[in-house]
């Protein structure tokens, strides 16, 4: 189980990584699709504890709800990219 303060510590780097990730992005502009973004991070880093949340994830999980915009979607080709 992961400890209290790590969750915490990976909801604030994914909070500033969502916050930095393809601003230029007209999609970026709707409040909705950062927390589709912020959402599919979180859950992830809480389903797989051991690799949790690193920087740079927010790059490779963008595209993928972008181009799929469903959250569900997204999460499952995330997912199956960080396998």
Request: aromatic share 12%.
């Amino acid at each position: 189980m992961v400890s209290e303060n790590k969750w915490l510590l990976s909801l604030h780097q994914i909070g500033l990584d969502v916050n930095r990730t393809d601003r230029s992005l007209e999609f970026y502009e709707k409040n909705e699709n950062l927390s589709k973004l912020w959402d599919i991070l979180s859950v992830y880093a809480w389903i797989d504890q051991d690799v949790g949340y690193c920087q740079g994830m927010s790059d490779l999980c963008s595209p993928m709800i972008v181009l799929l915009e469903e959250e569900a979607d997204s999460f499952f080709c995330f997912e199956r990219l960080m396998r």
